[in-house]
Nanobody, 119 residues
């Protein structure tokens, strides 16, 4: 069973920065892709950033130029560097990893970490 443990959330003022970490229980090379999602109160969970095994990245338009996803394959950890934070970035952030189990692409989720940006 894959385990993902997030850390790094907290309270920050608008314009500030935070760096989220997601430690995986297995080698990142096992995964098809990893990403960060967020869910604000009353809203659907949305993709923030993702990175494939080949290193290709994808960002939500709302965070392009402000957030950066990266990996440390030695520590089996995925990061989300968040700069120029805005109040609308406030949400619970979830780490996601997916991998092929036979012919089924299977998703795994972390427990979530709260990010609150004050104005």
């Amino acid at each position: 069973q894959v385990q993902l443990v997030e850390s790094g959330g907290g309270l920050v003022q608008a314009g500030g920065s935070l760096k989220l970490s997601c430690a995986a229980s297995e080698s990142l090379f096992r995964f098809n892709a990893m990403g960060w999602y967020r869910q604000a109160p009353g809203k659907q969970r949305e993709l923030v950033a993702a990175i494939t095994a080949a290193g290709n990245t994808n960002y939500a338009d709302s965070v392009k130029g402000r957030f950066t996803i990266s990996t440390d394959n030695v520590k089996n950890t995925v990061f989300l560097q968040m700069n120029s934070l805005k109040p609308e970035d406030t949400a619970v952030y979830y780490c996601n990893a997916n991998l092929w189990i036979r012919v089924v692409l299977t998703d795994y989720w972390g427990q979530g970490t709260q990010v609150t940006v004050s104005s």
